[in-house]
Structures are given as structure tokens and as C-alpha cells.
């Protein structure tokens, strides 16, 4: 399994083989393209030397947002996000023992549970949560029961709406066209 969502090659290697990677990704996802939040992740790594949970929850604050502000900034919102970021790394320091993984691992939990575990987390709302779910059961290999209604509609079969969907160029412009279909129709209202 290897996932196909920045573009990069690099940015895309770090994200299958870390799971706290992929889970910054999700986070850094709002306002921003998906490539640029999901490849957010590797300058993280490159700047700060490594990326991990206990890595960024122990970072000094002022440290990781100057990271953040490099240029090219990993988001539009260094500030909120750097803080953001290390609220949850934080969270699975202390409740998942820094291992992003064991949200859908540990206990071999169904899809409710791990949605109702990413909800707990720093940044993941609802829908965001959903997303993550549908991107685990789609793309990372996570076969607990339920995980399509847990996450749906975006972990219905045969949907273009997300980052879960994203496999390679093609698949990226139709999650972009419906999206932009989406917003055409929220404004239209």
C-alpha cells in the first residue's frame, strides 16, 4: 500500500509509512489545498529532524511555529496550526502513548470506536474524523466492522468527495471538481 495524495513522491512515502504523519496531514487540512496540508508533514520532518508524536508534543512552542513559517510555509495559519499540531501530539502522548497507529489498532476496535477515538482528538471535528476514517478504510488497510457507515458518505463506495478517494492525478481532479460543485451549491443557497 502506498498512498498517492501530495505529488510528491517523498511527501507521499512518509505519509504511508507514518501514521502520525498522516493523522498531521488530516489536521493541517482546512484552508489550504490537500497537497499543500498533506505535504506539510515532510517539511515538518525535514525542519524540526524527525516527526513524531513525542517529537513535536516536546518541541519548544516558538521552535515549531518558526517551522511552520519557513518558507514554504507549511500552512496559511503557522500560529494556530503549530499549536494545533502540538495539542495533538500532546493527546496521543498521553492517551495513546505517542503511537497515532494504535487509535485504529489498539483493541481491534470497529469503525464506530475509532471514529468516536478520532473525534477525541485536538482539531478533528466531526467531519474531519469521518474523512480520516474513510481514508483509513479505503487506502490504509483498516478493516474494522462498520467503518464505511462509521465514516459515510465519505467512506461510501464509489464517492469522489475527499482525500480518502485520492489515488492518483485523475482521481484528485474529480474530489477537486466535486468539491468546487459543492461550494457552487452551498453559495448558490
Do not use: C
Not at 21 to 42: H, I, N, S, W
Not at 149 to 175: C, F, N, Q, R
Not at 183 to 188: D, E, L, Q, S, V
Request: glycine share 8%; hydrophobic share 40%; proline share 5%.
Amino acid at each position: 500500500m502506498t498512498l498517492h495524495i501530495t505529488g510528491d513522491p517523498a511527501a507521499d512515502a512518509l505519509l504511508t509509512d507514518n501514521p502520525f504523519a498522516l493523522l498531521t496531514g488530516m489536521m493541517l487540512d482546512q484552508q489550504v489545498t490537500m497537497e499543500t496540508a498533506f505535504a506539510g508533514p515532510l517539511k515538518l520532518e525535514q525542519r524540526l529532524g524527525q516527526l513524531s508524536a513525542a517529537s513535536i508534543a516536546g518541541t519548544d512552542p516558538d521552535r515549531l511555529v518558526a517551522a511552520f513559517k519557513e518558507s514554504p510555509s507549511v500552512h496559511r495559519f503557522p500560529g494556530s496550526m503549530a499549536e494545533r499540531l502540538q495539542a495533538l501530539a500532546q493527546a496521543l502522548v498521553a492517551d495513546w502513548d505517542g503511537d497515532a497507529a494504535a487509535l485504529w489498532t489498539r483493541g481491534n476496535p470497529d469503525g464506530a470506536e475509532v471514529f468516536r477515538r478520532l473525534r477525541t482528538l485536538p482539531g478533528f471535528g466531526e467531519q474531519k474524523s469521518k474523512i480520516f476514517l474513510a481514508l483509513l478504510g479505503k487506502q490504509y488497510g483498516f478493516t474494522g466492522e462498520g467503518w464505511r457507515d462509521s465514516s459515510s458518505p465519505y467512506g461510501d463506495e464509489g464517492t469522489t468527495m475527499s482525500v480518502a478517494d485520492i489515488v492518483d492525478s485523475d482521481s484528485l481532479a474529480k474530489v477537486r471538481e466535486t468539491k468546487k460543485a459543492a461550494k457552487a451549491a452551498a453559495k448558490a443557497r
